[in-house]
């Protein structure tokens, strides 16, 4: 009995499957073919830094570029809804079956439940693990003509959530190759198919015309990589290109009237502090860093108000987090600083990033520390920062990316075995606190237990929330149908056209 009720609550309130599409396009075009010939060209910030490979960052590029899909997606209220698996059920405590709409991949070849068992394999076993399988062990298999059937060693009431992942994507049999490389050219499900890549700053993608959902409105895509933010504006305002994503705040009052779209995302910038080594070892000088930090300055000047304070590791763009925030106990008290060194890192591919860590440096001397900083490009530096090779590091995170469940990035980010724990950190009350909420399955005890882990995480000062952020597109008038994501997941659609 205890089992039953459980399922049906899990099923109708936190993951039944929803009819309705992703998130609302700006406009109500259909994706509906078109016969005009129109490539749309795409300016992105972050550069693919794996070729590609859908089990690392660039998993979020191939969902923004209409290339790759999972077996669900998010919808706009965080729930999991059909995208190659048209419905679900849950079988028991460990298992799922998934039933497959009927759908090609861009080689020609059929959406069979061989393939996406096959797809779900090369994710469970890829090396390092996609963030969203942190902790996850995962085994997939065809069941009849038209289902597969995904087991977990453990109880997961977020699997569909997790499903609907980027890094999830389901490809077909080309793309696995040897040495466990993965090559999704060709070989995906989405609306454009990946043609070629030009020395990491260029994409070429055309029209996949048996997609699914209906054939794309535009012919193409060419997709530029612009780290620069002011230069990725300019692309814009020139007319080289017809959208530009991340448009910096700096950069938003001269773009022509009507072509900012902004919407505020699930991302949270912190400060983290490495917890294993350096003089941010001692929980006594991570409070001080923590006293030393003023949000409101960040939020207000170096975001000019499109950013709001930060609150925790959630921010308001999860709308039932404020609510049931829990204010963290047992902090430690501040040391006193006096000239403590430290080496403070960040990324220049959103613009921001390297005057909030200016900030940083300013009000953090002011409290005694001494502060080096260091700016290099996404790709350059967060292997050294997962590497504990500086004692501080300010990001910014989409904490609803990976699954779309707020647990699993706490599980991933901030405990031992986290495979995305930029702050080193490893605590056992912290680690108690995710696995709890891991194991809740009714929707509002997950919710309570996942403020309860925040709590957790906030008392040990391994992360300062700084700001969570709203973000800018720039979209030229002549185009209609880009989709406004406040996960971040996607940008261009079937119904994306000029």
Not at 134 to 162: F, H, I, M, W
Not at 470 to 491: F, M, N, Q
């Amino acid at each position: 009995m205890r089992y039953a009720r459980r399922r049906q609550l899990v099923s109708a309130l936190l993951l039944a499957p929803l009819l309705s599409g992703c998130f609302a396009a700006d406009d109500n075009s259909s994706p509906s073919g078109s016969g005009a010939d129109t490539r749309l060209r795409v300016a992105f910030a972050f550069p693919p830094a794996e070729n590609f490979s859908p089990y690392g960052s660039d998993a979020t590029l191939l969902s923004r570029l209409g290339v790759a899909e999972g077996l669900t997606r998010l919808d706009g209220n965080g729930a999991a809804s059909p995208a190659l698996a048209e419905s679900w059920r849950q079988e028991n405590e460990h298992t799922w079956l998934f039933t497959l709409r009927e759908a090609r991949f861009q080689d020609g070849t059929e959406l069979t439940p061989a393939a996406a068992a096959t797809a779900l394999t090369h994710a469970a076993q890829a090396d390092p693990a996609p963030a969203a399988l942190s902790g996850v062990k995962l085994t997939a298999e065809p069941a009849g003509k038209r289902q597969v059937r995904v087991t977990t060693a453990d109880p997961d009431p977020a699997l569909p959530l997790r499903l609907s992942s980027p890094s999830l994507a389901v490809l077909s049999a080309k793309a696995y190759q040897k040495k466990g490389t993965v090559d999704p050219a060709s070989a995906a499900t989405g609306p454009f198919a990946l043609a070629k890549a030009g020395g990491g700053n260029r994409a070429t993608l055309n029209r996949f015309d048996d997609y699914w959902g209906g054939r794309a409105r535009a012919s193409g895509i060419d997709a530029r990589f612009i780290a620069d933010g002011t230069a990725r504006t300019n692309a814009l305002r020139t007319g080289e290109v017809d959208i530009a994503e991340a448009v910096p705040v700096a950069q938003t009052s001269s773009l022509d009237k009507g072509t900012a779209r902004e919407l505020a995302t699930t991302r949270t910038t912190s400060l983290l502090l490495n917890t294993r080594s350096g003089p941010f070892k001692d929980p006594k000088v991570r409070a001080a860093a923590r006293a030393a930090v003023d949000t409101s300055v960040l939020a207000k000047d170096v975001y000019e108000g499109h950013a709001d304070r930060g609150q925790g590791v959630f921010g308001p763009a999860l709308t039932w987090a404020a609510g049931k925030r829990v204010a963290p106990e047992g902090r430690a008290r501040a040391a006193r600083v006096h000239g403590t060194a430290i080496t403070l890192a960040t990324y220049d591919n959103r613009p921001e990033l390297p005057e909030v860590a200016q900030v940083l440096q300013q009000q953090l001397k002011k409290a005694g520390f001494a502060v080096k900083v260091e700016v290099r490009e996404s790709s350059r530096i967060e292997g050294d920062a997962l590497a504990g090779k500086f004692d501080a590091f300010v990001g910014a995170r989409n904490t609803m990316l990976d699954t779309g469940d707020p647990v699993s990035v706490l599980a991933s980010d901030f405990t031992c075995d986290g495979s995305y724990n930029l702050a080193l950190l490893c605590d056992k009350r912290v680690d108690r606190a995710v696995a709890e909420a891991e194991s809740a399955d009714e929707p509002a005890k997950r919710q309570d237990a996942t403020m309860a882990a925040e709590a957790e995480v906030l008392r040990t000062d391994a992360t300062i929330p700084l700001v969570h952020q709203r973000i800018v597109h720039g979209v030229r008038a002549s185009v209609h149908g880009v989709l406004l994501d406040p996960y971040e997941r996607t940008l261009i659609g079937p119904g994306t056209r000029r």
